[in-house]
């Protein structure tokens, strides 16, 4: 990386961890995030693209993208798999378009 842009990115990431908090950055590499536990996305090229472990367990996360990329079908997957494991997931509906019929056929216990 350009010398100039690393010193930019390492001034943004400090100002960044100044104002919410050590730990606050999460980088992907190295053995920072072996100590976070994870879940399955129940799809295994996904969690592979996630870096291979799935979804942190126990945080927010948010999920972006354009209209009909099929952000509420990943989610309400998601959701799904992680109840059939077990666990409990919050499905946070901003758009207010959660259609029940729906995510019960991808498996979510409503």
Same mark, same amino acid.
């Given at each position: ?38 879940? =399955?996305? +129940?799809?295994?090229? %996904?969690? !592979? ?7 942190? #367990? $126990?945080? @927010? ?6 209209? =009909?990329? +099929?952000?509420?079908? %990943?989610? !309400? ?7 059939? #494991? $077990?666990? @409990? ?22």
């Amino acid at each position: 990386m350009d010398p100039g842009r690393k010193q930019a990115l390492d001034r943004a990431l400090a100002q960044i961890e100044k104002a919410h908090g050590k730990g606050s950055i999460m980088t992907l590499d190295g053995d920072r995030l072996a100590g976070i536990k994870c879940v =399955s996305t +129940g799809a295994l090229s %996904l969690d !592979l693209a996630l870096g291979g472990r799935g979804l942190p #367990e $126990g945080r @927010v996360v948010e999920v972006f993208g354009p209209e =009909s990329s +099929g952000k509420t079908t %990943l989610a !309400l997957t998601v959701a799904a798999h992680v109840q059939r #494991e $077990g666990g @409990v997931a919050a499905f946070i509906d901003a758009e207010h378009a959660l259609d029940p019929t729906w995510a019960k056929k991808l498996g979510v216990n409503i």
